[in-house]
């Protein structure tokens, strides 16, 4: 199977997934980011499908369509979402059923979206953690494959629980995907 890898930030979570050994066949991000710099010091093919618009104005199917069309032309079989900016559309899921994978810093179902660790702060909860899920429409929501549990120390701000919380995704996710890589399964849609 072949793996893609997609970013929008510092990357530390594709990082994890080259060193664990897992073999990323491309890089896409939504924006400039650190993440590019890194594929590429790594000598991992890199594309940039760049938004036009963060605003209201976003065409997501178009957007969706193109990045699919990349990923196609790339041969992709299974796609890893780690902290990818862009909530993709119908298309996907169409094209890549079951097939791809998402690490979320929270411990799903609770705490859902963009700012999971400012939420589960925000409700006071002592424990929190990350969960490795297969993507579907629904944002966050798909089958749980993978969870740990992380505590919230009383000092913690939202940047130094994310960073922990991090630790174990950086572990967690390379796990997960080398057991789908493993077993060559697409994961709905295929009887056992
Ligand atoms: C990770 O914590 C990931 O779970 C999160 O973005 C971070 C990416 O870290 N994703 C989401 O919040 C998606 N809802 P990185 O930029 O250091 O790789």
Redesign the pocket.
């Known amino acids: 199977m072949r793996l893609a890898v997609l ?9 994890a997934i080259v060193d664990a050994g897992l073999p990323v066949h491309l890089v896409v991000t939504d924006r400039p ?3 590019v710099d890194l594929a590429e010091s790594l000598g991992i093919p890199v594309m940039v499908v760049e938004r036009d618009s963060f605003g209201d104005d976003f065409n997501r199917e178009a957007y969706t369509l193109g990045l699919v069309k990349v990923l196609t032309d790339a041969e992709i079989d299974l796609v890893a ?5 862009t909530i993709l559309a119908q298309p996907a899921y169409d094209r890549f059923a079951g097939r791809i994978l ?4 929270a411990l799903l179902p609770a705490f ?6 400012a939420d589960a702060m925000a409700h006071g909860v002592k424990v929190t953690g ?1 969960t490795v899920h297969i993507a579907t429409l629904e ?2 929501s798909g089958p749980i494959l993978a969870q740990e549990a992380v505590p919230v120390l009383p000092d913690d701000d939202e940047e130094s629980l ?1 960073e922990r ?2 630790e174990v ?1 950086r572990r967690i996710y390379p796990e997960t995907i080398r057991t789908v890589l493993e077993s060559g399964k697409i994961l709905i849609g295929e009887s056992a």
């Open positions: 970013a929008s930030g510092t990357g530390s979570i594709l990082e980011c650190r993440a979402m780690a902290g990818f900016g998402n690490t979320h810093p859902p979206g963009w700012h999971g660790v990350c944002v966050d994310h919380i991090k995704e």
